[in-house]
């Protein structure tokens, strides 16, 4: 499987931006996806992911009510909603798929594909 996210730019605090990842190649082998990030200096760290079905979704604490992660089957697509956003949500975000068909995973080792990132950069 391939990912290809895009969507990334410059924003303020307290704006808005939509990360998405399409995917394309074996993708009927696809199961959970999702969405991590890494600081400059800093290591990367899971975001938010969601299960095969989109019925379950997990975030972690420092995004919960600020992001919203949803996915497409159709169009092999899933997307990452970024509201309210604050200067430390500055990173580059991946996008990645996993095989788990019942869980969402927040583990990077849950994911077996990562797409290239794109760089949000959140002013104050």
């Known amino acids: 499987v391939q990912l290809q996210a895009s969507g990334g730019g410059l924003v303020q605090a307290g704006g808005s931006l939509r990360l998405s990842c399409a995917a394309s190649g074996r993708t009927s082998s696809m199961g959970n996806m999702g969405w991590f990030r890494q600081a400059p200096g800093k290591v990367r760290e899971f975001v938010a992911s969601i299960t095969w079905s989109g019925r379950a979704t997990y975030y972690t604490d420092s995004v919960k009510g600020r992001f919203t992660i949803s996915r497409d089957n159709a169009k092999n697509t899933v997307d990452l909603q970024m509201n309210s956003l604050k200067p430390e949500d500055t990173a580059v975000y991946y996008c990645?798929?996993?095989?788990?068909?019942?869980?969402?995973?927040?583990?990077?080792?849950?994911?077996?594909?990562w797409g290239q990132g794109t760089l949000v950069t959140v002013s104050s």
């Open positions: 990645a798929a996993g095989g788990l068909r019942y869980r969402s995973g927040k583990e990077p080792t849950d994911f077996g594909s």
